[in-house]
């Protein structure tokens, strides 16, 4: 008896991977029972290609004498009615939701099919359709979270980020019991948190981040065993993270930056050994960092910043080799950095800035296979530069240490560098970089020997006089994340630090030709602002000592206005102020404090010079929202910058005929213009 018998197992995975055995066992007349017939390759992809699109064309045709659901038909219509929106041409085909695009395997996500839908139409011997999946994605509609879509009785996809829904979220959404994924981010959502979404246990994907909810994670969310990916970034929670999330070990992803978090960062996140990315930026934690990290061998990426209190070593990472992308930024660490750090060859970002480490430079660190980006500024390392570096290291931030000695000859040959403020040797035998001698840890230039008792600087922009008379300079030069540069005058400097994360060809500077208002404001000013993620300082050189008195411009010239109700009015920038090394304004928000974005607001401060240098540092401490308007837009903006001194100086203040940079961008000293102007805020 001739037979053959086909058996094909799927496993589909989360987020569409698809995982295909295939096992094909043959009888054959003239072969033993059960031999096994081994087919190539190309015939497995064509059996199942041929029965894929036979799966397909059944339910296509299947769907076509199906209808849905009049209930969910009534509950769809009244939900798009209340938030003013409408199917688009590919599905509701002759007044059928569950036709076109909803049943004949169009991308789900793809821009075109924006709201969408799916149906299941196999149900009633293919009679019935269920919608089972509802997307209404950066829309900017607005509403409440609808009680019609209760009546989705099947519905296991629920995504409407990106919009300006208010309201609440209320108690009801734990009858949704069918979710696997439910993600409200980027709305304006408020109140707190309903206890009963605890009761969605099939959820393996949970969003609402960037909302306006208060109060404090309900502890039933542990209830959640299956969650694999939780973002609660800017979500306006705060409090503990409750002892109930212990539960939640196959966690992959947690992201919960720019929230109020207190207390410590829990022991048993060292359980959940499936992560691969957390991120605790701008909370209020204190530390230490839990050993039990030491667990967490399927890190990928792995974020901390801006810890309180106690410190912590670098020990818990000894077994997380697998990291890519390792930031603890301004979080106490202490102790040096470990000797096999070579070793982890698939760090590609390194950032262990703004800490206390100490030591020398590991000299496997700049010889990695694969590090990209290295930040080590703000710490108290000493010792030399290696005399060598791996050619894909291309960023470099060992500013603010203590580093010693002559520079290496690869100095001049990397664009991405910043040395500033250590205790490097300059003579006419040891290679420079044009103005770094003026910013070392004694800013030597002019010192004792002042020249200068006012500066002035359009910041990101070209010299403008403004309408108070006063002529701000030229700022114009391609910072990048590891830059300084200082006038050829030594008059002033500008040195900035930081990588936008998420970000694809980030600009450090914000061009718009929208109009700022404001008191005594010279709206041309405000055409370029300078943006940083991390760290941005200005300095005034060769200042005769006394005081000054400084004036800040600031404008929000990124986000929307709130009245316009829009999801790219939820953006929120926030950083702090310090001058002479003193915190002057801490969780600074240009808009708030405004009244409102494409508004100025000047701030100004009384300080003293002492030793012939003035800095102002604008300092990104993890806070506000990071992807709005797009990934990786936060940190400091400023738009221009005065200093003046509140005596009569007995210098001339007038600077050498020379012009220009001293850039270690350029270094050549040629000012880069401006490029074309990106109109922003304009609606």
Same mark, same amino acid.
């Given at each position: 008896? %001739?037979?053959?018998?086909?058996?094909?197992?799927?496993?589909?995975?989360?987020?569409?991977?698809?995982?295909?055995?295939?096992?094909?066992?043959?009888?054959?007349?003239?072969?033993?029972?059960?031999?096994?017939?081994?087919?190539?390759?190309?015939?497995?992809?064509?059996? &199942?290609?041929?029965? &894929?699109?036979?799966?397909?064309?059944?339910?296509?045709?299947?769907?076509?004498? !199906?209808?849905?659901?009049?209930?969910?038909?009534?509950?769809?219509?009244?939900?798009?009615?209340?938030?003013?929106?409408?199917?688009?041409?590919?599905?509701? @085909?002759?007044?059928?939701?569950?036709?076109?695009?909803?049943?004949?395997?169009?991308?789900?996500?793809?821009?075109?099919? *924006?709201?969408? @839908?799916?149906?299941?139409?196999?149900?009633?011997?293919?009679?019935?359709?269920?919608?089972?999946?509802?997307?209404?994605?950066?829309?900017?509609?607005?509403?409440?979270?609808?009680?019609?879509?209760?009546?989705?009785?099947?519905?296991? &996809?629920?995504?409407?980020?990106?919009?300006?829904?208010?309201?609440?979220?209320?108690?009801?959404?734990?009858?949704?019991?069918?979710?696997? =994924?439910?993600?409200?981010?980027?709305?304006?959502?408020?109140?707190?948190?309903?206890?009963?979404?605890?009761?969605?246990?099939?959820?393996?994907?949970?969003?609402?981040?960037?909302?306006?909810?208060?109060?404090?994670? $309900?502890?039933?969310?542990?209830?959640?065993?299956?969650?694999?990916?939780?973002?609660?970034?800017?979500?306006?929670?705060?409090?503990?993270?409750?002892?109930?999330?212990?539960?939640?070990?196959?966690?992959?992803?947690?992201?919960?930056?720019?929230?109020?978090?207190?207390?410590? @960062?829990?022991?048993?996140?060292?359980? /959940?050994?499936?992560?691969?990315?957390?991120?605790?930026?701008?909370?209020?934690?204190?530390?230490?960092?839990?050993?039990?990290?030491?667990?967490?061998?399927?890190? *990928?990426?792995?974020?901390?910043?801006?810890?309180?209190?106690? %410190?912590? %070593?670098?020990?818990?990472?000894?077994?997380?080799?697998?990291?890519?992308?390792?930031?603890?930024?301004?979080?106490?660490?202490?102790?040096?950095?470990?000797?096999?750090?070579?070793?982890?060859?698939?760090?590609?970002? =390194?950032?262990?800035?703004?800490?206390? +480490?100490?030591?020398?430079?590991?000299?496997?660190?700049?010889?990695?296979?694969?590090?990209?980006?290295?930040?080590?500024?703000?710490?108290?390392?000493?010792?030399?530069? $290696?005399?060598?570096?791996?050619?894909?290291?291309?960023?470099?931030?060992?500013?603010?240490?203590?580093?010693?000695?002559?520079?290496?000859?690869?100095?001049?040959?990397?664009?991405?560098?910043?040395?500033?403020?250590? *205790?490097?040797?300059?003579?006419?035998?040891?290679?420079?970089?044009?103005?770094?001698?003026?910013?070392?840890?004694?800013?030597?230039?002019?010192?004792?020997?002042?020249?200068?008792?006012?500066?002035?600087?359009?910041?990101?922009?070209?010299?403008?006089?403004?309408?108070?008379?006063?002529?701000?300079?030229?700022?114009?030069? !391609?910072?990048?994340?590891?830059?300084?540069?200082?006038?050829?005058?030594?008059?002033?400097?500008?040195?900035?630090?930081?990588?936008? !994360?998420?970000?694809?060809?980030?600009?450090?500077?914000?061009?718009?030709?929208?109009?700022?208002?404001?008191?005594?404001?010279?709206?041309?000013?405000?055409?370029?602002?300078?943006?940083?993620?991390?760290?941005?300082?200005?300095?005034?050189?060769?200042?005769?000592?006394?005081?000054?008195?400084?004036?800040?411009?600031?404008?929000?010239?990124?986000?929307?206005?709130?009245?316009?109700?829009? /999801?790219?009015?939820?953006?929120?920038?926030?950083?702090?102020?310090?001058?002479?090394?003193?915190?002057?304004?801490?969780? &600074?928000?240009?808009?708030?404090?405004?009244?409102?974005? +494409?508004?100025?607001?000047?701030?100004?401060?009384?300080?003293?010079? %002492?030793?012939?240098?003035?800095?102002?540092?604008?300092?990104?401490?993890?806070?506000?929202?990071?992807?709005?308007?797009?990934?990786?837009?936060?940190?400091?903006?400023?738009?221009?910058?005065?200093?003046?001194?509140?005596?009569? $100086?007995?210098?001339?203040?007038?600077?050498?005929?020379?012009?220009?940079?001293?850039?270690?961008?350029?270094?050549?000293? @040629?000012?880069?213009?401006?490029?074309?102007?990106?109109? =922003?805020?304009?609606?």
């Amino acid at each position: 008896m %001739s037979c053959a018998e086909l058996q094909i197992s799927l496993l589909v995975t989360f987020q569409t991977k698809l995982v295909v055995q295939v096992v094909i066992m043959a009888r054959i007349r003239n072969y033993p029972s059960g031999a096994k017939v081994q087919l190539q390759a190309g015939s497995l992809l064509f059996l &199942f290609g041929l029965s &894929f699109v036979g799966y397909s064309w059944f339910q296509v045709s299947t769907a076509k004498n !199906a209808t849905t659901d009049p209930s969910e038909v009534r509950a769809l219509n009244s939900i798009f009615s209340q938030w003013d929106t409408q199917a688009v041409a590919l599905w509701n @085909i002759s007044g059928e939701p569950c036709s076109g695009s909803a049943i004949n395997g169009t991308e789900f996500e793809s821009p075109p099919n *924006n709201p969408a @839908i799916i149906c299941d139409c196999t149900y009633d011997s293919g009679t019935t359709c269920h919608i089972t999946k509802l997307r209404v994605y950066a829309l900017n509609k607005r509403g409440v979270f609808a009680k019609e879509l209760l009546a989705l009785r099947y519905l296991t &996809f629920l995504k409407i980020d990106q919009n300006y829904f208010t309201g609440p979220l209320p108690a009801w959404i734990g009858n949704m019991t069918a979710l696997t =994924l439910l993600s409200i981010a980027h709305n304006a959502f408020s109140g707190p948190i309903p206890k009963e979404l605890g009761n969605l246990k099939d959820l393996n994907m949970l969003s609402f981040g960037i909302n306006n909810f208060s109060g404090t994670l $309900p502890p039933e969310l542990g209830n959640l065993v299956k969650l694999q990916q939780l973002y609660i970034n800017s979500c306006g929670l705060g409090g503990e993270i409750p002892s109930t999330f212990a539960n939640l070990r196959n966690m992959q992803v947690l992201w919960a930056s720019d929230s109020p978090f207190s207390g410590r @960062i829990p022991d048993f996140i060292g359980n /959940w050994t499936k992560i691969n990315s957390l991120r605790f930026q701008g909370n209020s934690f204190r530390g230490p960092i839990p050993t039990s990290f030491s667990q967490l061998t399927a890190l *990928n990426s792995l974020r901390i910043s801006d810890i309180y209190n106690v %410190s912590s %070593s670098l020990d818990f990472i000894k077994n997380l080799k697998n990291l890519t992308d390792l930031a603890l930024r301004n979080a106490l660490i202490t102790g040096s950095i470990p000797s096999d750090i070579g070793e982890y060859q698939n760090l590609q970002i =390194l950032d262990l800035s703004f800490n206390n +480490l100490t030591g020398q430079l590991p000299g496997g660190l700049f010889n990695m296979s694969s590090l990209t980006y290295l930040f080590l500024g703000n710490n108290s390392l000493h010792g030399a530069l $290696p005399s060598q570096k791996s050619d894909i290291l291309h960023t470099i931030d060992l500013s603010y240490n203590y580093l010693s000695g002559s520079l290496p000859p690869w100095v001049t040959s990397i664009s991405q560098l910043n040395l500033v403020v250590n *205790n490097f040797t300059f003579d006419s035998s040891n290679i420079n970089l044009p103005g770094l001698n003026c910013l070392q840890r004694n800013f030597p230039c002019n010192r004792n020997t002042p020249k200068y008792a006012k500066f002035s600087i359009n910041c990101g922009g070209l010299e403008l006089r403004g309408s108070d008379d006063i002529l701000y300079e030229t700022e114009d030069s !391609a910072l990048g994340p590891a830059t300084f540069n200082v006038t050829s005058s030594e008059k002033w400097a500008v040195s900035n630090v930081g990588l936008f !994360a998420d970000r694809k060809n980030p600009s450090f500077v914000v061009n718009t030709l929208a109009q700022v208002t404001g008191t005594d404001v010279t709206p041309e000013l405000f055409q370029t602002s300078r943006l940083s993620p991390g760290s941005l300082r200005y300095y005034g050189l060769g200042l005769e000592n006394g005081p000054y008195t400084v004036k800040l411009q600031f404008a929000e010239t990124v986000f929307d206005d709130r009245a316009l109700q829009t /999801w790219q009015s939820l953006g929120r920038r926030m950083f702090d102020i310090y001058i002479q090394g003193n915190l002057v304004l801490k969780d &600074f928000d240009i808009s708030k404090e405004a009244g409102g974005v +494409l508004r100025a607001v000047v701030k100004t401060f009384s300080v003293n010079v %002492s030793e012939n240098y003035l800095e102002i540092h604008l300092f990104w401490a993890g806070k506000g929202t990071c992807c709005t308007p797009d990934q990786g837009h936060y940190g400091p903006l400023i738009t221009a910058v005065h200093a003046a001194s509140d005596f009569t $100086p007995t210098v001339s203040g007038v600077p050498p005929t020379t012009l220009g940079m001293k850039s270690r961008t350029g270094l050549m000293g @040629i000012l880069v213009p401006v490029g074309v102007l990106v109109l =922003l805020g304009i609606i």
